[in-house]
């Protein structure tokens, strides 16, 4: 059985005191009740070294927002996966969306961040997912799985195992519009069909799909009830530790 993922992603948000009071209020409301999911928070860089310490080994898992594909070398601004490990980091994200648009980050680039991060001994949570004009023309699945083949075309079927990925349609991240569970559902199945393809069904049935996209405390039942979603990638609920900790309770 997989174990259901509620992953926090803060995006650019809260300085360092922010950061290690919003975990010092969340941590009591998981610690009360033993979780039967893995929950992760993902703060900016800024705070990655004072939030490690404050979860020391706990009930919550640290994660980082984006890494650079090279090791070390001359990329000014950039951080590689050894830096992340160093400040306790365990995951990390990878091609999001926000960086698809913003940064022009494209499938080429977002698979060597992937190979970065496996190689490094990183969990990376990859994202995919469609504009609200694709899925309109009926090209969602077309595009998500475009995405998913080319950014999981150097790896091997041992790391596809731990690759835990995260179907977030864009026209729904921070707009407070959320896609229909049973779409979710169907794209959920569609990432995994992608993956049986290349790496068969068993490495297929191994494969975490969260759903983000203006998860709430409130409509997080109906995405984590649907088979074939196996948690959530989480934003703005994620900056409020009583919602955050509403939705790990949904998934346990």
């Not at 059985?1 to 803060?10: D, E, K, L, S, Y």
């Not at 596809?160 to 569970?181: D, M």
Request: hydrophobic share 45%; net charge neutral.
């Amino acid at each position: 059985m997989r174990t259901p993922i509620i992953a926090g992603n803060w995006k650019m948000n809260k300085t360092v005191p922010e950061s290690v009071a919003l975990v010092r209020e969340l941590k009591p409301l998981l610690v009360a009740k033993p979780q039967q999911a893995d929950v992760i928070v993902c703060p900016p860089f800024t705070a990655l070294y004072p939030v490690s310490r404050e979860l020391d080994a706990g009930e919550i898992a640290l994660g980082a927002q984006d890494l650079f594909w090279a090791p070390k070398g001359a990329y000014t601004g950039e951080i590689s996966a050894a830096m992340l490990l160093d400040l306790g980091v365990s995951y990390v994200i990878v091609g999001h969306s926000e960086r698809r648009a913003y940064q022009n980050e494209n499938n080429a680039l977002v698979a060597k961040k992937l190979a970065a991060a496996f190689e490094a001994g990183l969990r990376p949570i990859l994202c995919v997912g469609e504009k609200l004009a694709q899925r309109e023309a009926g090209l969602a699945d077309r595009i998500v799985r475009a995405q998913l083949e080319e950014n999981i075309k150097p790896l091997m079927a041992d790391q596809i195992r731990k690759l835990i990925i995260a179907y977030e349609p864009v026209w729904a991240i921070g707009t407070g519009r959320s896609a229909e569970p049973r779409d979710a559902g169907v794209m959920a199945r569609a990432i995994r069909t992608a993956i049986a393809a290349k790496f068969g069904t068993k490495v297929a049935a191994e494969v975490r799909v969260l759903y983000g996209g203006s998860v709430t405390g409130a409509n997080s039942k109906d995405f984590l009830e649907v088979d074939g979603i196996d948690g959530a990638l989480v934003g703005g609920a994620s900056l409020k530790a009583e919602e955050f900790a509403a939705i790990v309770k949904s998934a346990s």
